[in-house]
């Protein structure tokens, strides 16, 4: 198996209630793969498991071929497993480009430095250029990022986590909310994320799922209806009967 | 791009007119006024207090009721230290900075989780604890009388402390502008970034692979060590160390320096210490029964009016905050 992301057999309860019911799941290097399924699925509570929030009650979870189940979450992220959320988690006093340079600073061992200046690295600096340049922030990488507009700060949402350097990104819902006339800038940031990066999307979007997935999962009452390709998820009269006939496209998961 | 990210990035780094400006006059301060040496060295040791309470609370989001804690330890660890000891002031400042530095360590761990009532709760604990301690243990801190008779020798074998306190106050003084720049140097620093994200929002900071409770722990012993040397400076300034070290106004009145001056910028603690210890003087000075009702009156006037419109009237009443 040539997966970077494997999680085999997740099983989440709570009390008697089983939100994640024995989910597996393998992520192919590169994959564009995304994780649908109607409210209450069970998809935040599986993000949650794999970014290390939640601990699993029974499976486990392997990344490039390392066993994850029991680290902590920065623990995850500084291994290349990363994710972006739903609803913005900036740092609001920052500046995009502040935010930025910490977090490429973290990501190269220099997050404990005490004595340098942020910045003063030259590699940190330039790359913070590159993404600032990527997800078209430049004009604004001086202003706190509570003033930036809604679109800018989503863009900032997923450059931050691109800073990280990921193995395998974790979107949760990237256009959630975005007004139209920034969504495009959006849609084409995502799609242009490095193919080397294994990409997991969560969303809602059917637009967004069937422009960039290659391969889908369906997820229902915390567990895994189905899995192939965008066609067949499509043709499926399963996934049709229990969620794309619901039409609750733009809906928010839970 | 106008500048580059670099330029940028090092531009919020360097030093401001406005810093050197205020260093020089407090250094000049002891010889333009000889009389009130003693208030600028107690300033000058009041604004470190209030910068350490900063490095937790501006720069990380911690809050604490009880920071007298440190303060009290370290001063009574260097006024132990002449007592029963040497009596050479670096050593006892340094032994004090390890002491509240080790205690704060121990302590951080009671801030790692909860929420802010819960610590506002237990660093006010912690502090009442040493109170008690240090009022207990009177065979050596010599309980409620305090710690009389701590003599201090010479700094640095040459300049031994005089009466009018000129010697203390360039002590205090450039202690304190060296702790400055060393933490200055922290808050700039991709550490310094990483405990502003801590603050902003946590629940990120954990998902870009900081790790939060080791943050959280070490700028609180780093917190605690500056308390620590702060309150070594005062027992070695004053040649004593009482209870009220601990006390919990002093930790309030530190709040509220903060409050005045403004936190995640660490001369906000310095502002704050130099308006506060100023009014204190002034005020009483004029009115020794009711000064707290005028300083109360300023704080609810500050909070009501915003800082920016009650220091600079002059700039629009009617521009409101976005």
């Known amino acids: 198996m040539n997966a970077v992301l494997q999680a085999q057999g997740l099983v989440m309860r709570f009390g008697g209630i089983t939100a994640t019911h024995n989910v597996t799941l393998n992520l192919a290097p590169g994959a564009r793969h995304a994780l649908i399924g109607p409210n209450g699925a069970g998809k935040t509570t599986l993000i949650n498991l794999l970014t290390g929030v939640l601990q699993p009650s029974a499976g486990r979870i392997v990344l490039e071929g390392r066993d994850i189940t029991r680290l902590a979450p920065h623990q995850r992220v500084q291994r290349g497993l990363v994710r972006t959320f739903q609803i913005n988690q900036l740092f609001d006093s920052l500046t995009p480009l502040q935010t930025l340079a910490l977090a490429v600073s973290r990501q190269r061992g220099l997050g404990a430095r005490a004595w340098q200046a942020l910045g003063r690295d030259r590699g940190v600096a330039a790359r913070c250029e590159q993404l600032l340049a990527q997800f078209h922030l430049d004009e604004v990488m001086n202003q706190p990022t509570h003033v930036l507009a809604y679109g800018k700060r989503r863009l900032l949402e997923i450059a931050l986590a691109l800073a990280c350097e990921p193995r395998v990104l974790l979107l949760d819902e990237p256009v959630a909310g975005v007004p139209a006339g920034e969504r495009e800038e959006l849609l084409q940031t995502v799609a242009d994320l490095p193919a080397e990066v294994s990409v997991l999307l969560i969303e809602h979007d059917m637009d967004l799922v069937f422009r960039f997935a290659q391969r889908m999962t369906v997820l229902v009452n915390g567990a895994v209806l189905t899995e192939g390709t965008p066609e067949q998820i499509a043709q499926d009269p399963q996934v049709k009967a229990v969620y794309l006939g619901q039409g609750d496209a733009g809906a928010s998961h839970g | 791009m106008p500048l580059t990210a670099q330029a940028t990035l090092l531009r919020a780094t360097r030093l401001r007119p406005g810093e050197v400006l205020l260093w020089l006059l407090a250094f000049a301060a002891p010889l333009a006024l000889p009389t009130h040496a003693l208030l600028v060295s107690e300033i000058a040791i009041t604004a470190l207090f209030a910068v350490s309470l900063d490095l937790i609370l501006g720069y990380t989001g911690i809050v604490s009721l009880g920071h007298a804690a440190f303060f009290g330890t370290g001063a009574y660890t260097a006024a132990l230290c002449a007592k029963l000891w040497l009596p050479d002031p670096l050593l006892g400042l340094a032994l004090a900075l390890a002491v509240s530095a080790l205690l704060g360590a121990v302590c951080s761990l009671t801030v790692l989780r909860g929420s802010d009532l819960t610590r506002l709760m237990v660093t006010l604990g912690m502090a009442l604890i040493l109170l008690e301690l240090a009022n207990k243990l009177d065979g050596l801190t010599g309980g409620a009388d305090g710690l009389q008779g701590v003599i201090m020798g010479p700094l640095l074998g040459r300049f031994a402390f005089d009466l009018n306190g000129r010697t203390a106050a360039y002590y205090a003084l450039c202690v304190a502008l060296l702790l400055m720049l060393l933490l200055r140097r922290l808050v700039h620093s991709p550490l310094g970034a990483t405990l502003k994200a801590v603050r902003d ?77 100023l009014m ?4 009483s000075a004029i009115t020794p029964q009711y000064w707290t009702f005028w300083m109360g ?18 700039i629009g009443w009617s521009r409101r905050k976005p």
């Open chain 2, 201 to 277: 929002n946590r629940l990120r900071a954990m998902a870009i692979g900081v790790p939060v409770s080791a943050r959280i722990a070490l700028i609180y012993t780093v917190a605690a060590g500056v308390a620590g040397v702060a309150g070594g400076l005062l027992a070695q300034t004053t040649g004593f160390a009482s209870l009220d070290l601990f006390a919990f106004d002093r930790s309030a009145d530190l709040m509220l320096m903060l409050v005045i001056g403004g936190t995640g910028w660490l001369y906000g603690g310095v502002a704050g210490a130099v308006a506060f210890k």
């Open chain 2, 280 to 283: 204190q003087d002034w005020i």
């Open chain 2, 297 to 314: 009156l300023f704080l609810v006037l500050l909070v009501l009016l915003g800082r920016e419109r009650l220091l600079k009237p002059w």
